[in-house]
């Protein structure tokens, strides 16, 4: 939540991003939020989209 990633990976790649579902749950005192997300693009664009996730410490789980 502190900075746009996902209009960051949207102006950066030539993907298209539908949102599905999300929520946020606190653990202790550290709030964790999901995002099920469709990514639709090129397989390039859509692996250096990941990618990007990936360097900004997001995980992402493919569900083929």
Excluded: H, W, Y
């Excluded at 929520?23 to 692996?47: F, H, I, N, P, Y």
């Amino acid at each position: 939540a502190k900075e746009p990633v996902i209009s960051q990976l949207l102006k950066r790649f030539e993907v298209e991003m539908n949102i599905l579902s999300g929520g946020l749950d606190r653990l202790q005192k550290t709030m964790v939020g999901s995002l099920l997300v469709e990514l639709s693009g090129s397989t390039e664009a859509v692996q250096e989209a990941l990618q990007f996730l990936n360097g900004k410490q997001i995980s992402c789980e493919v569900i083929a």
